[in-house]
């Protein structure tokens, strides 16, 4: 069975602008989930999604936003990008949101540098 | 509020000796705890998960951890480092709403010929 695979792995834009990442979760997963890993800060929860609908938020500002269609995909848009958004982005799905016990299991991540 | 402290960033260790990575868990429900291991630029691989069950778990490629509740504690240990397991590891608490884990700051794992 195909892993997590996310789209692109590398990335590199400027200040202001914004990006859309996406997520493919390994088939049958209906939750996804988004992590920023940046050296400062270490893996941070950004949302999670279960069937089209946003289950959690972490504590990132309203420039960073997600969705996930009917097939389970996701994506997750950051607009007008700083320099500290810089980060391995990373995306992990799980097969249900069965309150916390499930293994959630991690795409390679897309690497982002904002300039 | 949940929260995982990694004791010592850096850890290194000859090849061939114990490894042991620290890992103590703050959490105000029963807690689903878990190790991930992360290679270079590489996402995150689960080794183990703890969720209520055996208080001592047997993960991949030899590594084990014990949950003791009165310490508050998930060690990861393995009784023979290799040098393939040099990699940086994760601790990381989940509560029951929903998938969202808390993670630990990380300890990156050396092994010395």
């Known amino acids: 069975k195909a892993g997590v695979t996310q789209t692109p792995r590398y990335l590199i834009k400027t200040r202001g602008q914004q990006v859309t990442l996406s997520c493919s979760p390994i088939?049958?997963?209906?939750?996804v989930s988004w992590y920023q890993q940046t050296p400062g800060q270490g893996l941070q929860f950004l949302f999670e999604y279960f069937s089209e609908t946003q289950r959690n938020k972490g504590n990132f500002p309203g420039r960073f936003s997600g969705r996930q269609f009917s097939n389970s995909r996701s994506e997750m848009n950051v607009s007008t990008l700083e320099l500290g958004d810089s980060a391995l982005y990373l995306c992990?799905?799980?097969?249900?949101?069965?309150?916390?016990?499930?293994?959630?299991?991690f795409g390679p991540g897309t690497r982002l540098l904002v300039l | 509020a949940q929260s995982v402290t990694q004791l010592g960033s850096h850890v290194s260790v000859s090849e061939g000796a114990l490894v042991l990575l620290r890992c103590n868990y703050s959490?105000?429900?029963?807690?689903?705890l878990f190790w991930y291991v992360q290679y270079p630029n590489q996402g995150l691989q689960l080794l183990l998960k703890y969720t209520s069950a055996a208080t001592l778990v047997k993960g991949i490629n030899g590594f084990e951890a014990e949950f003791k509740k009165s310490e508050t504690s998930f060690h990861l240990t393995k009784p023979s480092a290799h040098m393939s397991d040099a990699a940086e590891y994760f601790c990381a608490v989940s509560g029951s709403a929903g998938n969202m884990l808390t993670f630990g700051g990380g300890t990156r794992l050396m092994v010395k010929p």
């Open positions: 959490s105000s429900v029963p807690p689903y």
């Open positions: 088939s049958g997963h209906r939750s």
């Open positions: 992990a799905s799980s097969l249900a949101a069965a309150g916390g016990r499930e293994t959630q299991y």
